[in-house]
């Protein structure tokens, strides 16, 4: 019961997020799903060993690495459509914005992974350079400066006037 | 010196424009700076927005039955080798590609070579374990002009244009492997029978108004799938009139 309840808590806490740490990682929303099923049914086998809350986002950012690993180390297919990228269901959003979320969606699955990765760990996950670095095993320098250049890569790649009008919808 | 705090305000800026400590750094470097980071930590609420993506729906209910199936000892085929499927589907996409890119002679007629082209357009179908909503599923075959008096569990299905029409492209997920399926409306039977390109078996048969086209690498799989799409239309035809296979 405890680790039924323990799991729970786990899948509360992270599922959303680990999600969306997969489907930037393999930029494909089936293949997300099964690496997230994946990683949340080695956590379940594994949760009475699971005792450093602390360690448990790491622990399974680190699963779900291992495992699109696997999957694509053989094979690259091709990416998402930039028109399947999920954007209707931003109801928070308004109309105006959601075209700015579709262009910075659009421009990060153009960003090579090297860069894309760092960055969806620290916006998405909330992860530290040090963190990062843990995960990545590279140096904290190493990831402050693909961080740098990821953001300037993104930038380019939305064009300097659309980058600046996504900061100011943001900034409304 | 102040260039060499600016340059490095700017570096820490691009790597991580949420950390606190830029923002005391910002008002002792003046308003260039201050403005500066604005317009990051705004862009960086756009990036925050952008990278939010939908999550489907009932994610963490379906994770948490993971624990409950496990501990009862029940199983799914997701979770009971979700790996090996995945390489049965990898093996088939590259046996697919390979066909192609190899350009072997065809042993199938135009329209089954179409269909086996087209499944290495969609690689990631054949990797699809979820089952599909049978809302969506009906939605799509009723389009296509085919009611099934009985639901048929299929775990991608996406409308496609194939050999110049619209068509259901859908998989069924096998022990075998994934099997692919291609609903043809209204379309002549004028190619029924098995039929092989490279290493991909196929099956046409006439369905409903139109064509069913089964593909996989392996026998066993075809006529599982086909059993049960028989068995799915028979249900509501007694007679048994609409499913001809042409061996």
Same mark, same amino acid.
């Given at each position: 019961m405890e680790a039924r309840q323990r799991f729970d808590d786990l899948v509360r806490t992270y599922s959303t997020e680990i999600y969306r740490y997969a489907y930037w990682l393999c930029r494909d929303e089936a293949v997300a799903n099964d690496l997230v099923q994946e990683t949340f049914l080695r956590a379940w086998r594994s949760i009475a060993q699971l005792r450093e809350v602390a360690a448990v986002k790491?622990?399974?950012i680190t699963i779900v690495r291992r495992e699109h690993a696997r999957l694509f180390e053989r094979k690259r297919f091709?990416?998402?459509?930039?028109?399947?990228?999920?954007?209707?269901?931003?109801?928070?959003?308004?109309?105006?914005?959601?075209?700015?979320?579709?262009?910075?969606?659009?421009?990060?699955?153009?960003?090579?992974?090297?860069?894309?990765?760092?960055?969806?760990?620290?916006?998405?996950?909330?992860?530290?350079?040090?963190?990062?670095?843990?995960?990545?095993?590279?140096?904290?320098?190493?990831?402050?400066?693909?961080?740098?250049?990821?953001?300037?890569?993104?930038?380019?790649?939305?064009?300097?006037?659309?980058?600046?009008?996504?900061?100011?919808?943001?900034?409304d | 010196m102040q260039g060499t705090d600016r340059q490095d305000f700017r570096l820490r800026l691009g790597a991580d424009p949420s950390d606190p400590a830029l923002a005391r750094e910002a008002m002792a470097l003046g308003d260039g700076a201050q403005d500066e980071l604005r317009r990051a930590q705004a862009f960086e609420r756009a990036l925050g927005e952008a990278l939010a993506i939908p999550v489907p729906d009932?994610?963490?209910?379906? =994770?948490? @039955?993971?624990?409950?199936?496990?501990?009862?000892?029940? !199983?799914?085929?997701?979770?009971?080798? +979700?790996?090996? /499927? =995945?390489? @049965?589907?990898?093996?088939?996409?590259?046996?697919?590609? !390979?066909?192609?890119?190899?350009?072997? +002679?065809?042993? /199938?007629?135009?329209?089954?070579?179409?269909?086996v082209e087209h499944l290495v357009h969609e690689p990631f179908a054949l990797l699809r374990t979820e089952i599909v909503a049978q809302e969506r599923l009906d939605g799509l075959l009723r389009k296509a002009g085919l009611e099934l008096p009985q639901a048929v569990a299929v775990n991608y299905a996406s409308p496609c244009p194939v050999y110049g029409q619209q068509t259901v492209h859908m998989v069924v997920q096998q022990p075998s492997g994934p099997v692919s399926v291609i609903y043809f409306p209204r379309r002549e039977s004028d190619a029924l029978g098995d039929f092989r390109?490279?290493?991909?078996?196929?099956?046409?048969l006439a369905y409903g108004d139109g064509m069913l086209v089964l593909m996989a690498n392996d026998d066993a799989g075809i006529g599982a799938v086909e059993a049960i799409w028989q068995s799915a239309m028979l249900a509501g035809e007694p007679s048994g009139q609409l499913i001809a296979g042409m061996d």
């Open positions: 790491a622990w399974l091709p990416t998402e459509d930039i028109d399947e990228i999920p954007v209707e269901d931003d109801v928070n959003l308004s109309a105006d914005a959601q075209i700015d979320v579709h262009l910075v969606r659009a421009a990060m699955l153009e960003l090579p992974d090297k860069y894309r990765e760092p960055l969806v760990m620290q916006v998405v996950m909330g992860m530290s350079c040090k963190e990062i670095a843990d995960s990545l095993e590279i140096s904290e320098s190493a990831v402050m400066t693909q961080l740098f250049r990821a953001r300037q890569k993104l930038k380019e790649l939305l064009g300097p006037g659309e980058a600046a009008e996504v900061a100011d919808h943001a900034r | 009932q994610l963490a209910q379906r =994770l948490q @039955a993971i624990a409950v199936q496990k501990s009862s000892g029940g !199983s799914a085929w997701s979770g009971r080798a +979700p790996w090996l /499927a =995945l390489a @049965a589907s990898l093996l088939l996409v590259l046996g697919l590609a !390979s066909t192609i890119w190899v350009n072997q +002679p065809a042993t /199938a007629s135009p329209l089954g070579i179409a269909a390109h490279g290493p991909t078996n196929g099956r046409a």
